[in-house]
Structure formats: C-alpha cells, structure tokens
C-alpha cells in the first residue's frame, strides 16, 4: 500500500506556480519522497526526490517539512503540458530487492488551465 | 533515442492465446522492472530483474513468465490470456546503488504496451 496521501485533482492557471502537497505522515528516517507524474498516454516520468533538504532541478522545486511528515511539489511556472497525474512516493534508500520498488498511489490530476 | 522502449505499443488478442511483450532499455542499468496499469489507472509492479536474476516477484499469476536473456532486456510472456490481463504495461530500468549510503537511482519508464483480451 501507498504511504502517501494525495489530493485527487488540482487546478492551476498557466503561468502560475502549480503547488501540489503530499502527506507521509509514517515516512521512516532511511526513506525518500520522490515525485514522478504521468501524462496521458505516457509512462510515468521522474521529477525530483529528497530526503530532508529542499531540492530544486529544471522541472522543480521539492519542499519538506522539518518534521519530513509532508513535501509540496512545486512547479514554478506551469504550462499546458504539465498537466498530468502527479506522484508522491516514498522509498526506502539503500541496496536490495524491497528498496526497489516503487508503490504507487491514485496520485493528483494537475489541470493546467489556459 | 528511446531509453526504455517496448513493443508492441498495442496489443489486441482473444483468450486463451500466449503473447509476449518486450523491452529493451539503452541507459547502461542493470536493474529492470515490469508493471502493470489497470483500467482504474493503479500502477503496481509486478518484476524486477537485476542482472538477469529475479529480485522482486510480486503475487502475478504463474502465467506470467518474465524473461531476462541480458540485463539490457526483460520480456514478458502471458499464457493462456484472460479477460483481466487487459491493461497497459510498463517496462521501467534503473541503476542500483552499492553503496551503503547512497540511494538507488530514479526508474525511467517506457512508453507502455496496451493489451486488450477479447
């Protein structure tokens, strides 16, 4: 089962930063919160992964708690392709075959409208 | 180029017949996977090779035979075929890490194989 709690669907305005939180309130200190999303008709795509430090690369900005119980997702300047089903998954770090899997959740539907 | 490709991209066959799909990734990884996209649009593993050997193999029907002849490719064989098996299929690869503290590297996914049993 998914550790993750999302919103089913969210709206976002072109132009506009798309804010998309994740709760994972039973994340384990040697566990990391990546994000992936899906675009229709695709398969899923990486994004960003932390452990507890926010992270930044060119698609986005990944932010989490102090407390490492949720992140948000943030993509800076939203476009009419970035909407798609987005993923927050946590995934224990380290070497051996229950580490590799990915659980994915029902995930949130960014809408970016024009 | 294609890191993960798969083919067929679509897949139409009756029940009761065998059908293979197969994937192929160009990124230098020695990890691939299998999973398996319903019409609820769940995503959910269902193998993992590294290296040619199986590491991950969830609760799938021994009618799914995955088959890794080198750690660039990771097929997938369905015998005698259901109704259920209709769905898409992602073939994903990825790098693992050895080193105690590091972290095993993000999967990158194919574009998926929809299979529809009539």
């Known amino acids: 089962d998914a550790k993750t709690t999302q919103p089913p669907s969210m709206d976002c305005a072109e132009g506009r930063a798309a804010n998309l939180p994740c709760n994972h309130s039973?994340?384990?200190?040697?566990?990391?919160v990546y994000w992936y999303r899906q675009i229709h008709s695709q398969g899923p795509q990486y994004i960003i992964h932390?452990?507890?430090n926010n992270e930044t690369n060119e698609m986005a900005s990944l932010i989490i708690t102090e407390d490492r119980k949720s992140s948000t997702l943030i993509l800076p300047h939203a476009t009419l392709r970035d909407t798609a089903v987005y993923y927050c998954?946590?995934?224990?770090?380290?070497?051996?075959?229950?580490?590799?899997?990915?659980?994915f959740g029902t995930g949130t539907l960014l809408a970016v409208q024009p | 180029d294609t890191a993960v490709s798969q083919t067929p991209k679509y897949l139409v066959t009756q029940m009761g017949n065998d059908k293979s799909i197969k994937c192929e990734q160009n990124?230098?990884?020695?990890?691939m996977y299998w999973y398996k996209q319903d019409s609820k649009k769940f995503l959910k593993i269902m193998f993992s090779?590294?290296?040619?050997?199986?590491?991950i193999n969830e609760t799938v029907p021994n009618r799914f035979s995955p088959k890794s002849p080198d750690k660039a490719h990771l097929n997938l064989h369905i015998n005698s075929l259901e109704l259920g098996d209709s769905a898409v299929y992602f073939c994903?690869?990825?790098?693992?890490?050895?080193?105690?503290?590091?972290?095993?590297?993000?999967?990158?996914f194919g574009n998926g194989t929809r299979l529809t049993v009539t």
């Open positions: 932390g452990l507890k």
């Open positions: 998954i946590v995934r224990p770090r380290g070497y051996g075959g229950a580490t590799n899997k990915l659980i």
């Open positions: 994903a690869s990825s790098q693992l890490q050895i080193a105690v503290s590091s972290y095993n590297s993000p999967l990158h």
């Open positions: 990124l230098g990884h020695d990890t």
């Open positions: 039973t994340i384990s200190g040697n566990e990391y």
């Open positions: 090779y590294n290296n040619k050997e199986l590491i």
